[in-house]
């Protein structure tokens, strides 16, 4: 497709499950970053890729939350034993990195609500 | 570290009026920065953008330019319209690394009626 991909665009889970959310890059985007848009917290970094690698998992809040890309491609959020904090509107981006500063192209959003 | 603080909102306006919304920035290098805009119910788009001192991002009627000596990226338009209600971030790249780490503002929520 033409643009960044997410799914589900919104998903319902109780709280302890674990849950999985998925990102599809714009064909040819090395970069891939994950963001979360929360009431309380605003819009926060969470992780970037390069390629398949994550030289920066800085932002993500704490060890029930990972993240893996293959093939330089598609990326998974997974969230394990979800709390209600963690109720919020994940955003995926990519990018072609660039020194002037690279334009990131957002999804449309995982709207996440546990219950 | 880096920041971003923008102008609280709503900023309520009546069509055709002159919209500025305040963004100044803390950041050790030479950021990127940035407008975003988040319409009702759809995805982040990028505004505009300015990536060095003095460098004017403009699009869609909309201006900012990048003013290192008051650290700031103020957002402006001279006609507003209904069209333009919407979200609008400010953000700054976090360049350490070289990759775009983006740091954003609280969001400004900008409403304009007929």
């Known amino acids: 497709g033409a643009g960044v991909s997410q799914s589900p665009s919104n998903k319902v889970t109780e709280k302890g499950k674990d849950v999985e959310l998925r990102c599809d890059p714009i064909s040819g985007h090395t970069a891939l970053y994950w963001y979360r848009q929360s009431l309380g917290q605003g819009l926060e970094f969470l992780i970037y890729?390069?390629?398949?690698?994550?030289?920066?998992k800085s932002g993500l809040p704490s060890d029930r939350f990972s993240a893996e890309r293959t093939g330089g491609s598609v990326s998974t959020l997974t969230i394990q034993r979800t709390q209600q904090e963690d109720s919020a509107v994940y955003l995926c981006?990519?990018?072609?990195?660039?020194?002037?500063?690279?334009?990131?192209?957002f999804g449309p959003g995982t709207r996440l609500t546990v219950l | 570290g880096n920041s971003v603080t923008q102008m609280e909102g709503p900023v309520t306006l009546s069509e055709e009026a002159f919209l500025t919304i305040n963004c100044t920035y803390t950041?050790?290098?030479?950021?990127?920065l940035f407008w975003y805009v988040q319409y009702p119910g759809e995805g982040l788009q990028l505004l505009l953008k300015a990536t060095k001192a003095d460098d004017k991002g403009s699009n869609k009627g909309f201006e900012a330019t990048y003013r290192k000596e008051t650290t700031s990226f103020h957002l402006e338009k001279g006609s507003v319209q209904v069209s333009d209600s919407a979200v609008y971030f400010c953000a700054l790249s976090d360049r350490g690394g070289g990759y775009n780490k983006l740091i954003f503002g609280a969001g400004t929520r900008l409403a304009v009626h007929p």
């Open positions: 950041a050790t290098g030479y950021p990127s």
């Open positions: 981006a990519s990018s072609v990195l660039s020194l002037a500063g690279d334009t990131q192209y």
């Open positions: 890729f390069q390629g398949n690698s994550a030289p920066d």
